[in-house]
């Protein structure tokens, strides 16, 4: 993976050059690059390599998207939630006939309890 700033091809020869023999320090002085950084590219190429755990390059690069997707998907969902919240206080909503103003239907009495009302279950029949 690496810096933006950096080529893959460029950071593919720095490590042959490391695994070549040459020191980190060596390469990362004669190259005007920190040292972490191919420290870094190196760790990185190990666990794409599979010779170490961790994400491989792809893996961290569809990460970065799917976080990148749920931003946007949570944007989008709050500024839904507050466009509705507004809608609210403009529109009034619409009475239902039986609605008591509580989100429930029906009837509400001494002997009703809420969400206790039969369910009426239809047969249907083929000739």
């Not at 509705?84 to 909503?93: A, D, F, R, T, W």
């Not at 609605?99 to 239809?122: H, M, N, S, Y």
Request: charged letters at 30%; hydrophobic letters at 35%.
């Amino acid at each position: 993976m690496g810096r933006r700033g950096y080529p893959a091809q460029f950071r593919r020869k720095v490590l042959d050059l490391v695994q070549s023999g040459r020191s980190v320090a060596d390469v990362a002085r004669d190259l005007d690059i920190s040292s972490e950084t191919i420290y870094a590219w190196r760790r990185q190429d190990r666990i794409d390599r599979g010779l170490a755990l961790g994400l491989t390059s792809t893996e961290k690069t569809e990460l970065a998207a799917a976080n990148k997707r749920i931003a946007e998907l949570e944007a989008e969902l709050a500024i839904h939630r507050r466009a509705s919240e507004l809608l609210g206080k403009v529109v009034p909503q619409k009475t239902v006939r039986g609605d008591r103003g509580d989100g429930l239907r029906g009837a509400a009495g001494p002997g009703r309890r809420p969400g206790t009302g039969r369910i009426g279950v239809g047969v249907l029949r083929l000739a």
